[in-house]
Structures are given as structure tokens and as C-alpha cells.
């Protein structure tokens, strides 16, 4: 009789797996926060953070090039020692410019969780009201899983109920 207990044990288990995928739900967290107006309006500053500081890489990069390409038509009429010091001096601003793109991804990518987080937090107190007023008892993050049945996908009613306030509560 002991031999079987095992064998019972994971029959029980099995048999109550179908109640549960019965109160399972997704959410597309990434989705409902790009969709929300404050997900929208955080986009759109972190947007306007980029665009300048992309632009002002962009600048620093075309000067990059019109020096490089001023190097290269007078580097056959200049001394060794010359083209030496302006080819080191080149390499060096290279050298910071991608510093400096490092540090702006750092920091933008800094910015973007700086303002991103506390919006997540507001987003998953409203995905629990909304589990809980559907009676759900799961929540998985639509990314993952292969497939879910399009009734059983939460993300636009909490999108909505984000947007009516629901993050306030």
C-alpha cells in the first residue's frame, strides 16, 4: 500500500491542476505600461532626453569626421612627427566620444529605471485589483508563454483601469 502513495499523491496533484488553469490570466507588463498615459508621457521625456543628447553626439561625430577627413588630404604634405601627434590627437577624441556615448546610454538607461519603476508598481497594484475583482488567482507575464487564449489576456482592462485611476487607489 506504501508503494503506491507516491502514485496517489501525484494523481490528487494532477487532478486539481485544471481548477487552477481555470483562475491563470496574462498581462504584457511592457505592453500596458507603453500604453498607459503616464507609460506614454514617460516615453515621450525620456524621448526628449535621448533626441538631445543623440543630437549632440551626432554633432560631435560629424566634426569627428571633417577633422578626419581634413587629416587625410594633408597627411602626405606633413612631417612624420606632425602626423603622428594629429593622428594620436584623433584617435584620442574618438576614444572620448565613444566614452561619452557609453556614459549617455548609462545614464539615459539609468533615467529610464529612475522613471519606469515606481509607473511598474502602479501597474501591478492595479493587475491585482483587477485579478482579484475577476477572480483570478494567477497572473503570468504574457511573455512567458507561447500561447494563451485571448479571454484569459488581462492587459487591456488593466490599461483601462490604469487610466481611470485605478493607479491612484
Known sequence: MLKHAPLALAAMMLATVPALADRVAVVDRQRALAQTEDGLRTQAALKKMFDAKQ????????????????????????????LRKKAEELQKQLMELQQTFVAYNGELEKK???MTDPLLDKLDAVIKRVAQAEGVDVVVDRQAVAYVKPELDLTDRAI??????????
Open 160 to 169: 483601462k483601469a490604469y487610466n481611470e485611476g485605478g493607479a491612484k487607489k
Open 112 to 114: 529610464r529605471k529612475e
Open 55 to 82: 543630437q549632440e553626439l551626432n554633432r560631435r561625430q560629424a566634426d569627428l569626421g571633417k577633422q578626419q577627413e581634413e587629416f587625410e588630404k594633408t597627411a602626405k604634405s606633413l612631417p612624420p612627427e606632425q
